[in-house]
């Protein structure tokens, strides 16, 4: 059977979705019993969405709407038990390319244009050869048309309305054609007119193509909820009613609940939900029983029918835990051609983002100029090394935190737009995590070369190319290792925790760093701590590359100059020339484990999205 060519009907018996939380061992549990809990979100609930629909599932806040989205998509399965169903078949691998979630925020690459989004999907979920290319463009052209964005093709992403954001997120999930969609609050923080807008569209996709369409509302307006072919409700875990729009009012009638004529019936069916129009857990018992039959409707009317006491009020003893099959779906690009393409879009991405590269360059000029005019004409000075010194280790500081602080900031906005295309396999976390890595390299390497090229030649340092290559060399691994750190704790943490972290990490090996306190002077029981700080290292190079490698004597300015010999500075800073190599062997040792410990994280956020 082609699973792309047919339209999918999705129908789900007994889910069950269960949360553990954990919490701290207390002194009132009994030795030896589990401080955890389970609470049960979802409770053994059945139901069927069918292909050409638009469906809407309600329910107050806190329902399970998310969830059951989430987990019919395959976005969630730990905790899950029940059947999913497939046009009658379990789903397994083959079905997983064939159905998408689009989330309640639109997690979008903000500095991309609305046609380079489109591209950069194109290319990922139809294949990005030669081949392919009038496929995609006919693609993108088809369904910018449907969506109704032709008009704003060359706008970037943060400047389009929040309407036009929403039909993006649907257009680039909707390139590969996936009969089956998943939608989360696609009408939440829009108005009245852009959310008709939106659920106009889904319309017109569901009924034109076929398509199987679900969304979760909150509460939609009279208006939005005639727009919906089906509905599903929620509460508190449990089915309280499902099937046609049309015979909604008139089965709550058949159990004594009435909406009022000229009532909202989407806020009504809200307010049983929610209890507010009496008991309801006499009608979840109700709704176990068969209704009435109706006269004067058609077949597909008859269809709707309130949860069965078989299927939806009793728990079976034969449970059967929720089948995925595989965990990652082939994907159809080959791990290269992913590469290739998150690479190129990582560097259009960083090099239109203002603050990653044109503010982050020009400070890094400003503030070469600054510490060149501060410290300026005495690199060479034998009456001045200690303001050489503070230099240096200035210099060391600006190339950390300046690397380190911009990546925290940015990184968490990226992972929700990497949460969502991989989960709806686009790509593999090895490609994202590759191409993520490399491309900030070229603006990592061109920064601290201009910063260190300006401070170095106004600070008068030996003009010898080799102890500026040794300096340099110090200097883009401090840089690396600072943006490993700040993608490791970004990936790790959201903005708020990543800010304080950082600072957190690096203040204490700042003050074992041998520039505050020799490292001879501090405590033995704690002096094993120095060798943990990358600014050990990273200001032992430094010093080695400014004052080692046979340097000759400096000037001096005054009368008497204390440090003139080379060798002496070296000597008082207990600096010796020989551990350059080991200093930089262990600066690219953190950066690999940095590197290591992100892709663990960005592999355990995958996981624990599920």
């Known amino acids: 059977m082609d699973l792309q060519s047919t339209t999918l009907a999705i129908e789900f018996r007994h889910l069950t979705y269960t949360v553990r939380h954990k919490q701290h061992y207390l ?57 999913i169903l497939i046009n009658g078949e379990r789903r397994g691998i083959q079905h997983r390319r064939l159905c998408c979630l689009i989330p309640q925020d639109a997690a979008l690459l903000e500095n991309l244009t609305l046609r380079e989004t489109l591209h950069v999907a194109a290319k990922l979920k139809l294949g990005s050869s030669r081949k ?44 590969s054609d996936p009969p ?44 939005l909820f005639q727009s919906f072919d089906s509905i599903y409700v929620l509460s508190e875990g449990h089915c309280l009613i499902k099937g046609s729009r049309e015979l909604m009012v ?33 009608l979840i018992g109700k709704a176990c029983e068969a209704l009435p039959r109706i006269e004067n ?34 994907h159809v690009c080959t791990l290269g051609q992913q590469f290739l393409i998150l690479f190129s ?85 090895k490609a994202y995590y590759l191409a993520r890595s490399i491309a900030d390299i070229p603006l990592q390497i061109m920064c601290p070369t201009i910063f260190l090229l300006i401070s170095y030649y106004l600070s008068n340092q030996p003009m010898e190319f080799h102890r500026f290559a040794h300096l340099w060399l110090v200097g883009i691994l401090l840089t690396l290792l600072a943006q490993s750190l700040g993608l490791f704790v970004g990936a790790a943490s959201d903005v708020k925790m990543g800010i304080f972290l950082v600072p957190v990490i690096s203040i204490p090996m700042l003050l074992f760093s041998g520039y505050f306190v020799p490292v001879a002077d501090i405590p033995v029981a704690l002096r094993w701590l120095s060798h943990l ?15 080692g490698f046979e340097r000759a004597r400096l000037e001096c300015s005054r009368d008497y100059c204390h440090y003139m010999s080379p060798k002496k500075i070296m000597i008082d800073l207990n600096v010796k020339e020989e551990n350059y190599a080991s200093c930089i062997c262990a600066l690219v040792g953190y950066i690999l484990a940095l590197r290591v410990l992100l892709y663990l994280t960005l592999k355990l956020r995958v996981i624990l999205s599920k």
Not at 33 to 54: D, M, P, Q, V
Not at 263 to 274: G, R, S, T
Not at 308 to 321: G, V
Not at 390 to 411: E, K, R, Y
């Open 27 to 83: 002194p009132c549990f009994p030795k030896g019993e589990s401080a955890s809990t389970r609470t049960e979100i979802l409770h053994n609930i059945s139901g069927k969405f069918n292909a050409g629909e638009l469906t809407a599932i309600l329910g107050p806040s806190g329902a399970g709407k998310t969830s059951l989205l989430k987990i019919l998509a395959g976005f969630r399965t730990s905790g899950v038990k029940g059947e």
């Open 250 to 282: 008139q089965n709550l009638a058949n159990m004594n609940f009435y909406c009022p004529q000229f009532y909202n019936p989407a806020d009504y069916v809200l307010e049983v939900a929610a209890g507010e129009r009496g008991d309801i857990s006499a």
């Open 533 to 547: 700080s990358v600014f050990y290292y990273a200001f032992e190079a430094c010093l080695t590359a400014m004052y």
């Open 345 to 429: 879009r990582a560097l259009l991405t960083t090099f239109k983002d203002l603050h990653m590269a044109w503010l982050r360059s020009a400070a890094h000029v400003i503030i070469g100029v600054m510490l060149g005019f501060v410290f300026y004409n005495i690199g060479n000075d034998g009456a001045k090394v200690t303001g050489n010194v503070g230099l240096i280790f200035f210099m060391m500081l600006f190339l950390f935190f300046s690397n380190a602080m911009p990546t925290v900031l940015t990184f968490p906005s990226e992972m929700s737009v990497m949460l969502r295309e991989h989960l709806n396999g686009w790509y593999s976390i």
């Open 180 to 223: 089956l969609m998943f939608f989360d609050e696609p009408t939440s923080g829009l108005d009245s007119f852009s959310s008709s807008q939106v659920l106009a569209h889904l319309r017109i996709l569901a009924r034109e193509s076929r398509r199987n369409i679900v969304c979760s509302i909150h509460q939609p307006s009279s208006k």
């Open 132 to 175: 392919s290319r009038a496929l995609r463009a006919n693609a993108i052209r088809e369904t910018c048309r449907i969506l109704g964005l032709e008009g704003c093709m060359d706008t970037q992403v943060c400047c389009l309305s929040g309407g036009e954001q929403k039909r993006l997120s649907c257009a680039v999930e909707l390139l």
């Open 297 to 330: 409707v058609s077949a597909k009317e008859t269809s709707f029918m309130l949860p069965n006491l078989e299927t939806d009020c009793e728990k079976t003893e034969n449970d059967t835990f929720l089948s995925l099959g595989p965990k990652a779906p082939k």
